[in-house]
């Protein structure tokens, strides 16, 4: 198991009985009730009036036979970083007469009485936590969709069971806390002796430890994350020359814009004046396709956005994230004698839906847009040839004639 794989919840809004989706959508009880299937003559609804956690519907199970009720849940796909772990299912169930609950965690294509499942003693009047056996699913870097899930609560003198906050998410996740690894090296071997050899639970020591520290322990890796990446890593030396006062920070992946994680992307444009942009959007034609992380990059490396935005360079800079080839941008101030007028032009054969020359381009502008100095105007021309222009760094050499 990977120290970068978080620990988190790998079940949908839907199968995890959530009232709000990731995207601030409310799931509808009638979604979850079509997700998790009840053995007939059972029947399963979603109970309003009773929960054990308010951002979660709760689901009411009625057995209207003295035998044991079995719910399911069926053909559940896990991502790639997580399968080929070891994984485990946990619930919440409410009962009124206490009973026992069996709980499979197991194959689609096998019946789930192949495994050996956990069982607990449900205490009445109260909520019990039940969980799993431990299996993987898939191979590793291979998503899997086959993961079910099996609960067969024992036969209650009501009828009824509530269950609710189902949680597919990595076993053993003492086993890496950083808090924990620790704790191991110092702890008496006496201690460590009878946390092994303990059974339900098993490592109750280790889990204490883990649960009072797993948010220090993610910032103990994110720190671990932060640090300096040696030579072989950076793929070059020059940002670890010894000259330089910063070169440690140059070449971790908190300060570095090509080494820098994602998640830390938003962070980072705080400090080069911009908010990151996920693409460049044309109020004519609609999302101009970029690749979004090395358009975020490009963002944080130029500052044509932020800090630098308002200047030549900067204009030039964007115009080029939507041209093809050489990407040759001529900007020009002052156009036709118009202090706040700024002329682009480029090759007709470079830019976005550009025909012939005298096109203006909306892809050009709304990237030139956000780099606009406050209170200046943008006018697009393609043109066929960039001759030889004074005063420009790119189209101001002595010898490169005219760019076709």
């Known amino acids: 198991m990977s120290l970068k794989l978080p620990q988190r919840n790998l079940l949908p809004a839907i199968s995890a009985m959530r009232r709000i989706d990731n995207?601030?959508?409310?799931?509808?009880?009638?979604?979850?009730?079509?997700?998790?299937?009840?053995?007939?003559?059972s029947t399963a609804k979603i109970d309003e009036t009773k929960f054990w956690r308010y951002d979660r519907y709760s689901l009411k199970i009625t057995n209207v036979t003295p035998q044991p009720t079995i719910a399911r849940l069926t053909e559940e796909g896990i991502p790639s970083p997580y399968a080929g772990q070891p994984l485990v299912f946990s619930a919440m169930l409410y009962v009124d007469d206490a009973t026992t609950a069996s709980c499979y965690l197991?194959?689609?294509?096998?019946?789930?009485?192949?495994?050996?499942?956990?069982?607990?003693?449900?205490?009445?009047?109260?909520?019990?936590?039940?969980?799993?056996?431990?299996?993987t699913f898939g191979h590793i870097s291979i998503a899997s969709t086959d993961v079910s899930v099996t609960l067969v609560i024992g036969a209650t003198q009501s009828k009824v069971a509530w269950l609710t906050t189902p949680c597919l998410t990595l076993s053993r996740p003492e086993d890496f806390n950083q808090i924990t690894l620790n704790a191991r090296r110092f702890l008496p071997d006496i201690i460590r002796d009878v946390d092994s050899e303990s059974s339900n639970p098993t490592r109750p020591i280790a889990k204490m430890l883990h649960s009072m520290s797993a948010d220090m322990s993610r910032l103990i890796e994110?720190?671990?994350?932060?640090?300096?990446?040696?030579?072989?890593?950076?793929?070059?030396?020059?940002?670890?020359?010894?000259?330089?006062?910063?070169?440690?920070?140059?070449?971790?992946?908190?300060?570095?814009?090509?080494?820098?994680?994602?998640?830390?992307?938003?962070?980072?444009?705080?400090?080069?004046?911009?908010?990151?942009?996920?693409?460049?959007?044309?109020?004519?034609?609609?999302?101009?396709?970029?690749?979004?992380?090395?358009?975020?990059?490009?963002?944080?490396?130029?500052?044509?956005?932020?800090?630098?935005?308002?200047?030549?360079?900067a204009v030039k800079e964007a115009v080029k994230t939507v041209l093809t080839d050489r990407k040759a941008v001529l900007v020009t101030p002052n156009l036709n004698g118009n202090e706040f007028t700024i002329g682009i032009k480029t090759l007709t054969d470079e830019t976005p839906t550009a025909q012939v020359a005298g096109d203006s381009s909306s892809e050009v502008l709304a990237a030139a847009e956000p780099a606009r100095p406050a209170g200046f105007t943008f006018v697009h021309q393609t043109v066929d040839n960039i001759p030889f222009v004074l005063d420009d760094t790119d189209f101001g050499v002595f010898d490169l004639g005219a760019i076709e």
Do not use: C
């Open 23 to 41: 995207s601030g959508i409310e799931v509808s009880p009638q979604s979850i009730e079509q997700k998790w299937v009840v053995d007939s003559p």
């Open 106 to 135: 197991h194959n689609d294509y096998i019946p789930y009485t192949s495994v050996t499942p956990n069982t607990q003693e449900l205490v009445a009047g109260s909520w019990n936590a039940v969980y799993s056996n431990e299996n």
């Open 222 to 313: 994110m720190y671990l994350d932060m640090q300096p990446l040696s030579a072989e890593e950076v793929g070059h030396a020059g940002a670890l020359q010894e000259t330089n006062p910063y070169k440690d920070l140059s070449a971790g992946t908190l300060f570095s814009v090509d080494n820098m994680l994602p998640e830390y992307i938003e962070y980072a444009g705080m400090f080069v004046g911009t908010r990151v942009k996920d693409n460049i959007y044309d109020g004519a034609t609609g999302i101009y396709d970029t690749d979004t992380f090395d358009f975020a990059r490009w963002q944080l490396r130029t500052k044509a956005y932020g800090h630098n935005s308002g200047s030549r360079g």
